[in-house]
């Protein structure tokens, strides 16, 4: 029997659908570490024992409650999906001996000024940056830089706390709420403006086994400063064309470059605008966060939460070289208003007259549900086909027609 400890703060849906992945393998025994409450950690049904701590951030509640679980097993493999926990869960497996990512691997998908240095080591396009500790630092980059400009955390979370700054007054804004120090430093970019969107691997012993790419429509980064405006994340099943090339290789080129060996990543890569060159924004060393997993599933007919844990736990790979079948278009939709909570949903049944054929999957909040901040919004609705066009127009009539009135 071998005892797989699945470690986070909560278990969200999102995280659970690892953990049945999990499940499904024989002769494993699946503990839940977190601060979750028992109620909702027995309600998902898919733990043989759940260990709760007070901080799921500290790293000294952590360690002891793996020494518990030492007592009477070994621990074949420690799991967690978030990116702002890499580097803890790292630590704890360089101290356990638990096989997985270690800490200088991990730090490389982190610590963003690392990772650009690499790039740049690498002859891998990337914006030109800045690392800021000071106010003052920061000024210095814009003022040598073209406004807008990108400022987030130097370990930062996806897209999530990314600030677009577009003037000298946005930034003084900007810098009264992002508090930049020596200790919670931050990275300055260019702004790239282009194309934009994912590319995402399953990597087993550093050799790519599986590959992806999607589309972000509109680019995020406007998304996330017009709360009005609502993603929608595409996958084009014409996936092997040449003109995806360039992003092929410069994946695989970054993956070699921070030295992955065993991990499922997720890339954010740029088409700029002024020279048709891909660009890489920055790759996280885990599974990608909202649709686009379910967006690589549903175009391919496959099941990546499985794979991901055939891959994690067995260190095996079954789906060989799938065929994309069909285009598909996730929209996030996102509620409008002015309130905390979720009145009222409306057009749902419109779009099921108008696009049902083309439906393949739909997620809504329940009324009264409490309002998401942040561009992945409350929902999701799927759409698949034959031509990637008629699927963003789809997948833009619902963002369209479909309210989450708050």
Not at 169 to 188: M, R, V, Y
Not at 229 to 235: P, S
Not at 350 to 366: S, V
């Amino acid at each position: 029997m071998r005892t797989v400890v699945f470690y986070s703060p909560y278990f969200g849906e999102n995280t659970l659908r690892y953990v049945y992945a999990l499940r499904k393998f024989p002769n494993i025994e699946i503990i839940g570490l977190g601060q979750d409450s028992y109620e909702n950690v027995e309600k998902a049904g898919c733990f043989d024992h759940f260990v709760k701590v007070e901080n799921a951030f500290n790293q000294v509640e952590l360690e002891q409650a793996l020494h518990q679980i030492l007592q009477n097993r070994k621990i074949y493999r420690i799991f967690n999906i978030q990116e702002s926990l890499q580097l803890l869960i790292a630590r704890l497996r360089e101290k356990y001996n638990i096989e997985g990512v270690r800490f200088t691997t991990a730090l490389k998908f982190r610590d963003k000024a690392l990772m650009k240095q690499i790039f740049k080591k690498n002859a891998i396009l990337c914006a030109n940056y800045q690392k800021a500790e000071s106010n003052e630092e920061a000024f210095d980059f814009a003022e040598r830089n073209e406004f807008p400009i990108i400022l987030k955390p130097l370990k930062g979370v996806s897209s999530k706390s990314t600030f677009l700054v577009v003037s000298k007054k946005d930034l003084e804004k900007t810098l009264e709420e992002f508090k930049i120090s020596e200790s919670e430093p931050a990275i300055l970019e260019e702004f790239i403006d282009g194309e934009e969107g994912s590319f995402d691997t399953l990597t087993l012993n550093g050799e790519i086994k599986f590959q992806s790419i999607t589309h972000y429509v509109p680019p995020l980064l406007h998304v996330i400063r017009n709360p009005w405006m609502q993603l929608i994340c595409a996958f084009d099943k014409n996936l092997n064309d040449p003109k995806y090339n360039d992003i092929r290789k410069t994946g695989k080129k970054v993956i070699k470059a921070l030295g992955l060996q065993t991990e499922m990543t997720h890339m954010e890569w740029f088409r700029r605008k002024s020279d048709g060159k891909i660009y890489v924004g920055e790759i996280a060393a885990r599974a990608p966060g909202g649709p686009t997993i379910d967006l690589h599933n549903f175009g391919h007919n496959i099941d990546l939460y499985y794979e991901w844990a055939n891959v994690m736990l067995e260190g095996n790979y079954t789906l060989g070289t799938p065929e994309p079948k069909f285009s598909v278009a996730g929209a996030c939709l996102r509620s409008q208003g002015i309130g905390t909570h979720i009145t009222e949903i409306t057009g749902v049944d419109l779009i099921k007259e108008k696009m049902g054929h083309l439906m393949c999957g739909l997620e809504l909040p329940e009324i009264g549900a409490k309002r998401v901040i942040g561009y992945g919004g409350e929902g999701l609705l799927y759409v698949r086909g034959e031509d990637y066009q008629e699927m963003l127009k789809a997948a833009t009539f619902a963002c369209e027609n479909i309210r989450f009135n708050s």
